[in-house]
């Protein structure tokens, strides 16, 4: 079996390929940079240069390799940056998926037994009221950030594609998602590198945060790539997966966590340019769906998840 996975250098895409590998899969990948064939714990990793901005391309590189499963993570994956680079952040994450899905639709015609999943975010639930929690995945679009409106996009583009054309796709949509090596831009890894720079003696004692107060449903990154698998096996095509821990963790206890795992003895000072335009309080999902369809249960603590994501920060230069 050849799995391809887009935008493989990004933060999930190297642990879904260690997880493909372990599964005895052939791992390809795209990447916008040409890039030597990676060498990874459970086995090779071949990369090849593909900005995804081409129907035919992508054709071309689908006919060449001949995956069984493609797992599309490539995009823009930041909410602050989209508010940002709006135009950019749409052409990312819905011009190139629709180039990938016409390029699908041909080549599924050579071989009728491919799947694909596409990778959304729980951004495309936007605002909800308390008596809509837990988010299920018939709650209502109402994204308030670009990149949520990106994604909530492509959630129906798969769904056309799927009656259209017959597509054999799957669209996931993951909750916050934390884990070792994640890049900054995103909570815990900010923390972690404040807490880190304390603990070296590189920065003074106070951790600069933004809104604490909100609440959010964390999985480990190990736990969502095993999600990733089960629903290209398993999951019902043409259908949206939520994949989250069903718990909800406020920032502020999950900055009390990595304060305590650390000896850093920081100081908490709330920083107006962190706060995001829009917030949303309360983001808890609802993993019925895909426990029903799958065997994915999630394994890690969050504990666990914080203490590995501290140890990598201490161990980066």
Known sequence: MRALITGVMGFVGKYLAEHLLSQGIEVWGTSRMESPLLR???????????????????HNLLCSIKPNYIFHLAGQSNVKLSWEDKEG???????????????????????????????????EYGKVESSELPIKE???????????????????LIQQYHKAHGLN????????????GQSLGFVVPDFTKQL???EKGEKEKVLKV????????????????EGYYELVLYGKLGEIYNICSGDG???????NKLIELSSSNAIVEVCESKI?????????????????????????????????SLNEGRSRK
């Open 210 to 225: 933004g809104n604490l107060s909100a609440m959010r449903d964390f999985t480990d990154v190990r736990d969502i790539v």
């Open 89 to 123: 952040t749409f052409y990312a994450n819905v011009n190139k998926t629709i180039f990938l899905l016409d390029a699908c639709v041909k080549y599924q015609q050579e071989n009728p037994r491919m799947r694909i999943l596409t990778v959304g975010s729980s951004e």
């Open 276 to 308: 995001r335009p829009i917030d949303i309080p309360n983001y808890i999902g609802e993993n019925s769906k895909i426990k029903s369809d799958t065997d994915w249960i999630p394994k890690y603590e969050i504990i666990r998840t914080l203490e590995d």
């Open 169 to 180: 796709v799957i669209h996931v949509r993951p909750f916050n998602h934390i884990g070792p």
């Open 40 to 58: 990874l714990k459970n086995g090779n990793l071949k990369i090849v240069q593909n900005n995804l901005d081409s129907t035919d391309d992508i």
């Open 138 to 156: 018939t709650t209502i679009l109402r994204p308030m950030s670009p990149y949520g409106a990106s994604k909530a996009a492509v959630s129906m």
């Open 249 to 255: 963790v406020s920032i502020n206890e999950i900055l």
């Open 196 to 198: 880190v720079q304390i």
